[in-house]
């Protein structure tokens, strides 16, 4: 079989370089380009790309991303910053292309998708449901970006099931104990010198307790992901928004 | 709305006694006939019941299921002890009773189902998986009956997924350290006073790790399965194995 | 060897109940009298007690050491409600009974006094600390005391070690993400139908962390550490605050 | 006040080069040498070195030592490969150099050292325990030799205080289920991709349990224990085996 011929840009990034020896590595591909800044796109179609991981930036990922549609190449995308604006002008882009794929990921760890994915399945089960997130102090933010994606997904899926407002008899409390309320869940970050980025959902009923941990050790775990990704998406014209859309979960 | 009317059979067992409460206390559910150890089956059809809840013992339960299905009455059954032989003539008298449903289900605890059902599909995207099941130390058998079965369905998952062997580069090793081996997958047994019955899969990946835990405190964990199995029995004729496929994972 | 000869006050209560059984089934015990309310203190001294175990309310614990102490029967308290000037009247009594013995003890679960010695021990080795506490959905107050009293144990170890505040770099979090302050240490409270009595301190260095987790399942984990106080104190005259100085830590 | 002034021996290998930049780091601690293989021990004595950090191989550890000892420079010594026969003949260097000090540590993680130091403590106050290690998958040996190393001072913890054989009913079990028998504490190896070095000590009573768990996430962890050792070494003349000797655990 002929392997897959696949392009990076963003490549002298951090992930980027992770992604070049990721696609280096897979047996089933070939690593075709690897393009930094300022390096020309044209590459990209001399070189036969099928596929192209972007990991630039918000900057530079739109004007990425035409080229590729209009050259047949299909897009994993890691960048950030989508809008409705911008996801409008894709799909446009994409209505001139009917066989090419777009895959735009947030997360393109496994196990932080499956997470979220499970958290919200099981949450119209349980009574109750908190979510604590652990990270390195260096964090900015708190709490982060995935836990409140998480505790929003939970709370939709509470809402869908007919669950009301969780049990909760606190008369007093010292301020901040109970948590964090994203959309009636409390969701709880916790900063520690020698954590990287962590993710626990507990979810309670009667006489029982159901977890769901997420432990991320390296940023080598979004790989899998992104090898996935472009594995599914010359498969699948269009855009796809999430990397969940390319798990079987049946 | 009218509420449903429920039969507990075995109310005098310790899950059948919380079955009573749990059924009394639902509001949508009516508690017409509590049936133990040499009441009439007769009492049923006279109290109308539309489900029965079979918490009996595997010498009892044919007979009932017989009686249940010839007067149109469905059942929710958690009484052990299946073999082909009685699955096939269960089907034969459901075949003669289209409308009527059974449930029958190894495990009415819903967090128990959900790891299962989690790990064996979270199973294809992990190079790694170990089962560790932790329990009071008056157990008689280790593994556990449902860190066996669990173990069955990631080993399943795997191979249906292409996976091979688990990475494992040990070379020296004290007999029983790594646990057991079911179907490629170690499970390690834990006996601890204190404890009650807990299970954790531990699934790994380049740089990631994803734990799925189940923590069941208290056997009152059974009645919400139980609750759920007697709303849907009601829709669903012919025969059910296996409480997750009336759960809304979609 | 002559059995200890204990009495149990306060018998009735739920505790005190639990006590009576753990007395009798000791091996080196003899339960000589279970008082409740309105029996008389003198039947003690008629049954030549020589340890009482205390687990009455704050309107009664007064009274019944005083007597007591004057009929030098040794005693093991349960009950809360100590202020400094009970404490200082408790002293007066026993300067006058230089052989008699009294613990009280806020918390008789062996796990949940280690888990505050190791976590205080611990705290002087690492950059960061923070507590979680886990309870059914029932409780009124958060943090639970326990929690608070722990925070504070390692706030006081911190600043006896000459460490500085935790570092934390978080600039933007949603109100109450980062848990309360409890002396510079983040106490975060859980509430989740199925659980009991939980509290988990995480520590955190350089490349590595260190978890101390008490699980308390049942109440009748408090009767070993009665059991070893009713032990100890017979050799212990004097009056001792704390069950851990009963504990071989050495 | 003048800085402490440190040699680093085995600079160039992955833990000493760690070191080295450690202590530079270290505020109250000044570089003054740092050697690699075939570099000349005089340096050391030249460079004015007070204490070395001794990071080489069972080959070149008592040479190096005898020149360290003969020129009252302090040792902190993490090589492995130590005999009965070594230490005695370090014992004996040592007597004729009353004021210097030597601290051999077979683990430099704080956090290892008091998950040992904590689980035989707690040890003895609880019916039942068991050790589980996680580690990656590439590690050769099952379990680690820090989880037996733990088990085995759990189990003399036991002894003395009198505890026998522990709770355990199982009748019927897979081959491994259990773990590993050492010194009568069951022992379980875990393997899993993404792991880096774990371990759980899981101790348990009459209705609670107590979970002891360090997490090494980086090879970094070591260094606050090394700089800890510099520090102490110092003052403590003779020979110290084992870094909890330094730890303030009182």
Redesign the interface.
């Known amino acids: 079989m002929s392997k897959l011929r696949v392009a990076v840009l963003g490549a002298q990034g951090r992930i980027g370089a992770e992604a070049v020896k990721a696609v280096e590595a897979a047996e089933d591909m070939e690593l075709v380009a690897a393009l930094g800044r300022g390096d020309k796109l044209e590459t990209l179609a001399e070189a036969g790309a099928q596929v192209a991981v972007e990991l630039t930036t918000p900057a530079s990922v739109m004007g990425n991303l035409d080229f590729l549609i209009r050259h047949n190449i299909h897009g994993v995308v890691g960048t950030t910053g989508w809008t409705e604006d911008r996801l409008a002008q894709l799909g446009t882009w994409l209505d001139g292309a009917p066989e090419t794929g777009v895959l735009i990921a947030p997360n393109f760890?496994?196990?932080?998708v499956?997470?979220m994915k499970?958290a919200a399945?099981?949450a119209?089960?349980?009574?109750?449901?908190?979510v604590?997130e652990?990270h390195h102090?260096?964090?900015?933010?708190?709490?982060s970006g995935t836990a409140?994606r998480t505790a929003q997904l939970i709370a939709a899926a509470r809402a869908e099931a007919g669950l009301g407002a969780?049990?909760?008899?606190?008369?007093?409390?010292?301020?901040?104990?109970?948590?964090?309320?994203?959309d009636g869940v409390?969701?709880?970050?916790?900063?520690?010198?020698?954590?990287?980025a962590h993710q626990e959902v507990?979810?309670?009923?009667?006489?029982?307790?159901?977890?769901?941990?997420?432990?991320?050790?390296?940023?080598?775990?979004?790989?899998?992901g992104i090898l996935l990704g472009v594995r599914r998406v010359t498969q699948t014209p269009g855009l796809t928004f999430g990397l969940e859309h390319f798990?079987?979960?049946g």
Chains 1, 2, 3, 4 share one sequence.
């Open positions: 760890s496994i196990g932080a499956l997470t499970f399945q099981a119209r089960y349980f009574e109750s449901v908190e604590v652990l102090p260096n964090k900015v933010d708190a709490p409140t969780q049990p909760d008899a606190t008369a007093t409390a010292l301020d901040g104990a109970r948590g964090a309320d994203v409390p969701v709880h970050a916790i900063r520690l010198r020698g954590l990287l507990l979810l309670g009923g009667e006489g029982e307790t159901l977890t769901i941990r997420h432990d991320s050790l390296h940023h080598s775990s979004f790989m899998p798990l079987d979960l």
